[in-house]
Structure formats: C-alpha cells, structure tokens
C-alpha cells in the first residue's frame, strides 16, 4: 500500500487484518457486519465506503468474532464491487471447515474467478494445530494481473529468515488426509454441544441476545434490557475476570462502534459452558439490579419538589 491508501475491513474485523492495513501504511474503512442483519455486511453500504483510495477489500468467512456464513449470492455482490472498482480481494477463509447445523461455505475464489484474489488458511483452526505457525496464502485470477504480485511475494518469502519449515511439511497431511472436523461440529461433537450449549444459555437469559453463530470457534452476544442500561464491555470484561473467574473479550476489541458485545470461544466443555453462563448471567444480574435502584433525575426532580 501507498501511504493513505485504504483497504476495506469488516466491522466486526479480526483485528490483525486492520493492524496488516496500519502497518502497511494504510488505512483501515469498516463496513458494517451489523447484528440486526445476521452479520452480514450490506453490498450498497460497502460499496457506498469505496473512494479513489480504496485498494482491496478484506472478508473473513466463516468469520470470527461472530460466526456468520456469507451466502453466495452476498459473495457474488461483493465480487462484483471489486471488479467494478479494480480491488483486490483478500478473503481470510481458515474456518472453511468448522460449520454448524448444514451451514454451507462458498469459497470465494471460484466466485472471483479471473479477478485477482488471495485466498489465506493455516492449519490452526480446521487441524487443530495451533502453534505450529503454519498458514497460507493462494494468489488466484488472471496472470497478467498477478504476476508483478506473485514475484513481489517470492522476494519478499527469499528476504524472510526461518520459514517453519518442518510445519510445512504437515500442510500436505493435514489437507489430503482424513476429515477430523465434522464429527466435533455434528451433534454429539465436542464444538457442537459447545455451541448448543450457549446458544440455549442465551436464550434462557433475559439479559442477553445472540444470533446464533453458523461457524467458526465463537458466538457474540450482546448485552439486553436493564443490564445493558450504561453498559460498558471492557469494564464488564475486567469486572467479570475479577468478580466470577470468567474470561471473555470485550466486542469493541474487534473494531465496532458499540459497547454492548463479547465474544466467547467454543472450546471449553459443555458443561463447562454451562458453568460460565451461570456466572455471566449472575453478573448481569447484579448491573440489572443496581441500575434499577438509580432513581432516574426526572424522577428525583418530582422527588425533591414534593
Ligand atoms: C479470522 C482469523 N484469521 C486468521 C487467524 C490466525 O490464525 P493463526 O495465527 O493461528 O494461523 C485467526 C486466529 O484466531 C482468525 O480468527
């Protein structure tokens, strides 16, 4: 990127992908994922952010923190977008395997087709090898579009020290060999009953409202009614480690304007899970009842001229 270029990132992001824009001198334009469509960002509003700056546009699908799935005519919109504005598309796809409930994953790429994509995976997530720092990228669309990129990537792969190199040779494993993941995101699965478990932990709750994630290692609730009345999520973050034991991440970690998300992972146990709703809910509990000992100043106003 030129200094003051600007790339397109989802709000909700994962924050490496709006810290790859900043230190590469660009600059990082949200478009809203917003909850009240499912996560999904909104084609005219994305395409309404594009200026004479605008290089790429970035997509994580499925995606973290929030667990959306982007159907394929959303994904053809999108393409559309950056074929008529010339933008790279960088599509961040390493959940392509962890879907629930028959969710269905369209690979970007062959929607993209010959318009320049780069499509990133490791073996994190899907193979569980987290720690191994393995990943990848794949340049795809016509050559004479990518090749200037494609030789840019090999000088700058021949500058780097170190490549994990024995990592790499569990790439080729990994893909070709069995599948490890749909069992656990199939009921009766480690992920699944995870999931299961908070998304019937959120809809026993009154102080709480999720849309129910399709894939990926995470759900995204949001803080309702009373408890969310001055409802601050890094200093309910803090309150909740300290008070009750429970790590979460306050939503405004992944770039969005509000305060009223967190995000938890899928990996604990179900049981386990249960265990911290519980404690989530017992907390909120205790906002929701001290904001309703705050006598509104209306109220107190009426008060004090009786
Ligand atoms: C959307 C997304 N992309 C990429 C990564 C990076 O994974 P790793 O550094 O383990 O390869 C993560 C990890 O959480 C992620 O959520």
Redesign the pocket.
């Known amino acids: 990127l030129n200094p003051g270029e600007e790339v397109l990132v989802p709000s909700p992001d994962?924050p490496?992908w709006s810290a790859a824009t900043i230190l590469n001198d660009g600059r990082p334009v949200y478009y809203r994922c917003a909850p009240e469509n499912g996560f999904l960002p909104d084609p005219v509003e994305v395409e309404g952010l594009v200026s004479s700056r605008t290089r790429a546009i970035v997509l994580?699908n499925p995606n973290?923190p929030t667990g959306a799935v982007y159907p394929r005519e959303l994904l053809e919109k999108l393409v559309a977008i950056a074929r008529r504005h010339n933008l790279l598309l960088l599509v961040?796809e390493?959940y392509d395997q962890v879907l629930y409930d028959g969710a269905k994953f369209e690979p970007l790429a062959p929607i993209a087709d010959d318009h320049p994509c780069i499509t990133f995976s490791?073996l994190?997530k899907v193979h569980r090898a987290?720690g191994w720092r393995v990943?990848w990228a794949i340049l795809t669309g016509t050559a004479a579009r990518t090749t200037d990129y494609r030789n840019a990537l090999d000088l700058l792969s021949g500058l780097r020290l170190c490549a994990n190199v024995a990592g790499q040779y569990a790439i080729a494993a990994a893909v070709n060999g069995p599948d490890t993941i749909s069992e656990l995101c199939s009921p009766g699965g480690r992920l699944y009953e995870t999931r299961r478990a908070v998304v019937e932990a959120c809809a026993a709750s009154e102080h709480l409202r999720l849309v129910v994630p399709q894939g990926a290692l995470y759900a995204f609730p949001s803080v309702i009614g009373a408890a969310a009345r001055g409802f601050d999520d890094h200093q309910f973050a803090l309150e909740l480690l300290e008070t009750e034991n429970v790590l979460i991440v306050p939503g405004s970690s992944f770039n969005v304007p509000y305060r009223d998300h967190f995000r938890v992972t899928l990996l604990p146990q179900a049981q386990v899970m249960g265990e911290v709703f519980t404690r989530i809910d017992r907390a909120l509990g205790r906002r929701a009842e001290a904001a309703g000992k705050v006598v509104p100043i209306q109220a107190k106003a009426r008060h004090a001229a009786a």
Do not use: A, P
Request: hydrophobic fraction near 30%; aromatic fraction near 10%.
């Open positions: 994962y490496l994580i973290n961040d390493i490791g994190s987290c990943g």
